[in-house]
């Protein structure tokens, strides 16, 4: 192997003359690198056609032949004075009857959005809007496509769609106060929904969540955009061992005009991290979770009394993830599950009192999602890591448990699937770490029918601009745990030379970063430091996913020991390399990398020469409730996991180049944390490096901000490890 990667390099080196330049212009001014997407895609119910989003028009094709049927919705030729003709997303009814347009759409947090809703009849060939007096929150056809429901200022709200009645649900929204039918912060970050109603499947009662955050302490950030005094933005975010809110959920019955609560318990220091409803109209299921996440209980709520049963209970010693791979089957009496209760994340046939009727997959492997079941032809259909963590395949297995699990997949590397209603079909999302996405249809077996959207253009900027290939490799740390890793090396790769080497890392419980898929604009920026003379390598420490739950939930109670000890060994294995410098070896990571790249300059300063961290924690302390006490309980009850893994603790430490990083805007991971570990860094007598953003959220965005951030990053890496 060692000698096929010679030559091949070799190989490589004879063209690395010819190759292009790649510039950060190009990446994050020109964006010359973006992959082409299939935005909008949306199966039709003859389950032969689909459409998808092509500007401002919502068109319409063939599945199998790729034939353009027509333009269903054209947004500027019903612009009018009330919409502007731009399409933000779309909706179909459940019969396809209406479409439900939004536009003027503009974010709040990292998934809520508030924005202008309107409806297009295509009988009648009119358009509509949903609330006319401003812009609303997720608005949502019922299921007979008739209403729309809505929130509006904290509110709950539907609209009658033949009579035009708008009706007001709750009246007793506030902000920062109360909410309805939306989620408070912290449920949006770390739960992962924004939406907080749903319809019963008859179209007669909507089931929503009231937030009362009335004592969750406020936060407050500062805006500064050219005015006399700056602007300031106050919001509630609970902060470890703070109160939460107390949320309860409700039932509004449209018939009878009357909202009945539902009994999840007399204590309110809990999670409702999910609803769903059944298939019984009158039956809603509810999530209720303990605060330490390590017990997790299905209800089973009667909607005309409120009154709630037991259907199953989930507990760990460690904690539980919440997922949406709840599904109920048609004949009332069953649902499908997953769960990691036998150390892997596999997928289970309940019956409605919890009791496993037949585990449908087993394996030292995980199931990575779940796309739904055909109960016509008895199959199941999900992703997994079946092959190795470092994979996706696209997966499927009976449902009465005969015959083994069949993998839909030709290709190695990330698929991910989007079905069609009736599962005949389903469009397939391959990547390799080396190789854009590939959209392409497939039928039930897998059989590939034809390519929606190949990206040639990139792979052939690709060769153009001699991008050098990405390998994996692993190796033994002294604790005897095997560690995945990929590498970037120069075209021109020399092994008599000794490279400075660039180690990029997230590192976060769960998370994965060393796997055979599309790493996006980022991987541009590897391959320009590549082409600059530098190695990039990226290693997964303890913690990450794809490996089991006892690997990725050995890190309980000290986030961040273990994956800094891993990192640290991971740069010694490198350094141990023949062709790596020891002296010039640098790490960086945002957010959770942030941290951890904070982490490994500190304790890790005999080998660490440099790190970069963007929007990084740097004291579990400062961060949110359902987060940091999922992984490590309060600072109370885990006093020394919060004293020896927060790095404003280590300060002291610092010998290397350190940059620190911040958009001051940021509502997930405070500008508070940096500001804070530039007073520890101070108190220390350190000299660090550091960059500010006003007014820029987590994602450090807008105009030339990418490009000016990544210059920073650029150079200081150039002038701290040399080119």
Avoid at 168 to 183: F, L, S, V, W, Y
Avoid at 256 to 285: E, F, H, N, S, V
Avoid at 301 to 328: C, P, Q, R, V
Avoid at 502 to 509: E, F, N, S
């Amino acid at each position: 192997m060692q000698r096929q990667l010679t030559l091949l390099f070799a190989l490589l080196a004879s063209i690395a003359l010819a190759q292009r330049p790649i510039t950060l212009e190009k990446i994050w001014a020109d964006y010359e690198f973006i992959p082409e997407y299939v935005s909008g895609f949306n199966f039709l119910n003859d389950g032969q056609s689909y459409t998808r989003l092509e500007g401002d028009k919502v068109v319409k094709y063939d599945l199998l032949r790729g034939r353009r049927l027509g333009v269903v919705f054209d947004g500027a030729r019903a612009a009018n004075d009330e919409y502007n003709g731009q399409i933000h997303n779309y909706a179909f009814s459940a019969d396809e009857r209406k479409l439900l347009i939004s536009t003027e759409t503009e974010s709040i947090y990292r998934h809520s959005t508030r924005a202008r809703y309107f409806v297009w009849d295509f009988e009648t060939q009119t358009l509509t809007p949903v609330f006319p007096k401003g812009k609303i929150r997720y608005a949502t056809f019922s299921p007979q496509g008739d209403k729309v429901a809505f929130v509006y200022q904290n509110n709950l709200y539907y609209k009658d769609l033949s009579s035009g009645e708008v009706v007001q649900i709750t009246h007793d929204g506030k902000r920062n106060e109360i909410i309805n039918g939306a989620t408070d912060w912290v449920y949006e970050e770390e739960f992962s929904f924004a939406r907080a109603f749903q319809w019963s499947p008859d179209g007669q009662r909507i089931a929503f969540y009231r937030f009362d955050e009335r004592r969750v302490p406020e936060f407050t950030m500062t805006n500064y955009k050219g005015g006399l005094y700056p602007e300031y933005v106050t919001f509630k975010y609970p902060k470890v061992g703070q109160p939460n809110s107390i949320v309860t959920i409700h039932v509004y019955h449209l018939d009878r005009k009357m909202t009945r609560q539902i009994a999840t318990g007399d204590d309110t220091d809990i999670y409702i991290p999910r609803i769903k409803w059944t298939r019984d109209p009158y039956l809603l299921c509810v999530f209720r979770m303990n605060r330490h996440q390590n017990e997790l209980e299905l209800l089973l709520a009667e909607t005309t009394t409120g009154k709630t049963t037991l259907m199953m209970k989930e507990t760990s010693k460690w904690y539980i993830d919440i997922h949406d791979n709840l599904t109920f089957l048609s004949d009332g009496r069953h649902f499908l599950w997953t769960s990691e209760r036998d150390g892997f994340n596999h997928i289970y046939l309940c019956d409605m009192g919890g009791q496993v009727v037949r585990q449908l997959t087993k394996g030292p492997w995980e199931v990575t999602d779940f796309y739904g079941v055909d109960e016509a032809n008895g199959m199941v259909y999900f992703q997994a890591a079946i092959d190795s963590p470092l994979e996706r395949k696209v997966c499927a297995v009976r449902l009465d448990g005969k015959g083994r699990v069949k993998k839909l997949n030709r290709l190695d590397g990330w698929n991910s699937a989007q079905f069609s209603s009736t599962f005949d079909y389903f469009v397939n999302t391959h990547s390799s770490i080396n190789n854009p996405p590939v959209y392409t249809v497939c039928d039930r077996k897998g059989r590939e029918l034809r390519v929606i959207e190949g990206n040639i253009a990139l792979r052939d900027k690709q060769l153009a601009y001699g991008v050098a290939p990405v390998t994996f490799f692993d190796f033994t740390t002294s604790e005897g745990v095997t560690l995945n890793g990929w590498m970037i090396r120069p075209l021109d790769f020399d092994e008599t030379k000794q490279y400075p080497v660039l180690m990029y890392v997230y590192g976060g419980p769960g998370s994965q970063q060393v796997t055979d898929a599309w790493k996006g604009q980022n991987y541009w920026w590897f391959q320009m430091l590549v082409q600059k003379g530098f190695i990039v390598a990226c290693v997964d420490n303890r913690g990450t996913g794809g490996r089991g739950e006892a690997f990725k939930k050995m890190t309980y109670m000290k986030l961040g020991h273990y994956e800094t000890i891993d990192q640290i060994e991971a740069a010694r294995y490198l350094s141990s390399l023949p062709w790596v410098d020891a002296d010039r070896i640098g790490i960086f990571g945002w957010s959770y990398g942030g941290y951890m790249s904070s982490l490994c300059i500190l304790k890790g300063n005999d080998v660490f020469k440099a790190a970069i961290a963007v929007a990084p924690v740097t004291n579990w302390k400062w961060y949110d409730t359902i987060y940091t006490e999922r992984y490590m309980r309060t600072a109370a009850e885990n006093p020394e996991g919060y004293e020896q893994n927060s790095p404003v603790n280590f300060a002291d430490r610092l010998k290397g180049r350190y940059l620190i990083i911040h958009g001051m805007g940021d509502d997930n991971v405070h500008f508070q944390h940096t500001a804070e570990m530039v007073n520890a860094l101070i108190a220390a007598n350190k000299q660090f490096d550091t960059y500010f953003y006003p007014n820029r959220n987590h994602g450090i965005y807008g105009g030339p901000t990418r490009l000016h951030l990544y210059t920073k990053m650029t150079n200081f890496l150039f002038d701290a490890l040399g080119e």
